[in-house]
Nanobody, 113 residues
């Protein structure tokens, strides 16, 4: 199993970033896939999730209306489009194969002027 993340970086407040998570080694389309964020000194929390078909999405209240989770079940890639970013969105973002201990390697997102 591999979850390989890309994207992230430094962006000014109000900017946008897109994260990707390429999955392999399991039947990606069957599983709910979430994104988590871990801010410095804080626990890892889920910010968005999507069902296997992509038909249902879930968002933390803090990101609703600004983040969009999506997936491509042909390419086996999970995405997180982040718009109107705020400094409090900063942290390391992780994708996860839900219900297992398999995580992506993490991607740093820093929102700062």
């Amino acid at each position: 199993v591999q979850l390989v993340q890309s994207g992230g970086g430094l962006v000014q407040p109000g900017g946008s970033l897109n994260l990707s998570c390429a999955a392999s080694g399991f039947d990606f389309s069957r599983y709910y896939m979430p994104w988590y964020r871990q801010a410095p000194g804080k626990e890892r929390v889920m910010v968005a999730g999507i069902t296997g078909t992509g038909g249902t999405t879930d968002y933390a209240d803090s990101v609703k209306g600004r983040f969009t989770i999506s997936r491509d079940n042909v390419k086996n890639i999970l995405y997180l489009q982040m718009n109107n970013l705020k400094p409090e969105d900063s942290g390391v973002y992780y994708c996860k194969w839900y219900g297992t201990d398999y995580w992506g390697q993490g991607t740093q997102v820093t929102v700062s002027s």
